[in-house]
Nanobody, 131 residues
Framework: QVRLVESGGGLVPAGGSLRLSCAAS????????MGWFRQTPGKEREFVAA????????YYADSVKGRFTISRDNAKNTVYLQMNSLKPEDTAVYYC????????????????????????WGQGTQVTVSS
């Protein structure tokens, strides 16, 4: 059973930084894609970033490109989201997600940004950016 636990959220002024962590437990994640999504009340869950566990290929939403960095530590089974130059519009609950990927399924920006590709989700961590 896959379990994802996020941490690192909080309140930060605009222009500040936060690092979110997602501790993953369960099977070997070699064939998984790990993603970060965010959601605000009344809106659909929005893709933020993703990384392939085996190779480390990264994908970013245009709204965070150049400001956020996703990475993973294989030894610790942990995925990180370093968020710099935060803006008030980054305020949301941030969710970590894990999706097993078939070797026959292409890993593209279009596929990794779809929430339906991910089978497992964490409980979420609140990020609030004050103006």
């Amino acid at each position: 059973q896959v379990r994802l636990v996020e941490s690192g959220g909080g309140l930060v002024p605009a222009g500040g930084s936060l690092r979110l962590s997602c501790a993953a437990s369960g099977p070997t994640f070699t064939n998984y894609v790990m993603g970060w999504f965010r959601q605000t009340p009344g809106k659909e869950r929005e893709f933020v970033a993703a990384i392939t566990w085996s190779v480390g290929t990264t994908y970013y939403a245009d709204s965070v490109k150049g400001r956020f960095t996703i990475s993973r530590d294989n030894a610790k089974n942990t995925v990180y989201l370093q968020m710099n130059s935060l803006k008030p519009e980054d305020t949301a609950v941030y969710y970590c997600a894990a999706g097993p990927w078939s070797p026959f399924q292409a890993v593209t920006f279009q596929t990794v940004r779809a929430a339906k590709q991910y089978n497992y989700w964490g409980q979420g961590t609140q990020v609030t950016v004050s103006s």
